[in-house]
């Protein structure tokens, strides 16, 4: 199993509230080759099925960003979480 905490610090960093990571980009992060169900997008959903606990998935809510796998089946959407007051 991968090791997503670089992820996660990688996202607390950002500032923009949307940003597109390639899987080349998040491989560089993570110092690790993503698995092959990373290809599909509800390996990122965040939203889907959240009592199932993946570690790809809270490093990226823990990040403060929403995950969606692109259209093109090669890069991943971070959307910022906008915190309600």
Not at 28 to 33: K, R
Not at 36 to 56: E, F, G, T, V, Y
Request: hydrophobic share 40%; glycine share 4%; aromatic share 10%.
């Amino acid at each position: 199993m991968n090791d997503y905490e670089a992820l996660r610090d990688y996202l607390k960093k950002q500032q923009l509230p949307e940003f597109v990571l390639t899987f080349e980009e998040i491989e560089e992060i993570i110092d690790a080759a993503l698995p092959r169900a990373a290809h599909r997008a509800s390996w990122w959903d965040s939203l889907r099925s959240p009592d199932i606990k993946m570690p790809q998935r809270e490093a990226c809510l823990d990040g403060g960003y929403i995950a969606t796998r692109q259209a093109d089946g090669k890069s991943v959407k971070f959307k910022k979480i906008v915190k309600r007051r």
